[in-house]
């Protein structure tokens, strides 16, 4: 979708309520970021608390351009790639990027502690699809993967085989404890 300003692509959607009329906005992100400036400014002048947080409205595009190329160190995905994408690339995402998804999850869920339930691990006849209960030892083998890959770009391919070896034991470990419950 192209922005209602000018002719780049339009990265912010929003949607105002207006006394029972809805108005969408469609606009990249300089003209959002101005329209945003604008409505903060207003408020302001209304109310005298201000808005703020990691990724806050006021923030410079020099700001936000660190933000986004700020990359995990596991997966190697850019806070720029999770905001095009909508999805991390691992469990490790949560603790890297905790002060840019704090507010969104809490925006999102009301709340940044899950409370509920959790979904119970089925059993599985393929070692791959066996995962553990600790998301560190998850965090772990996506790391080692991460190192495959660099290792095979470094050609260094017995270092990729030996890490190889250690994740396949790592997943036969997890199913052989899985299959005893």
Known sequence: ?????????????????????????????????VYLNQAEADSQQEDSETAGGPL????????????????CDMCGITFFEFRNQGRLGCPHDYVQFENE???????IHGEVQHHGCRPNREKSVGAEAV??????????????????????????YESAGKLRDDIQKTLHKWHAENSKN
């Open 1 to 33: 979708m192209q922005c209602q300003q000018c002719d780049k692509q339009a990265m912010f959607h929003i949607t105002e309520l207006e006394t029972g009329d809805v108005r969408e906005l469609h606009l990249c992100e300089d003209h959002a970021r």
């Open 56 to 71: 806050g409205v006021g923030q410079t595009a020099k700001e936000l351009s660190e933000i986004d190329q700020r990359v």
């Open 101 to 107: 998804l704090e507010p969104l999850i809490a925006n």
């Open 131 to 156: 995962l553990p209960e600790s998301t560190e030892e998850l965090t772990r083998v996506i790391g080692m993967r991460k190192e495959i890959r660099d290792a095979v770009e470094g050609e260094d």
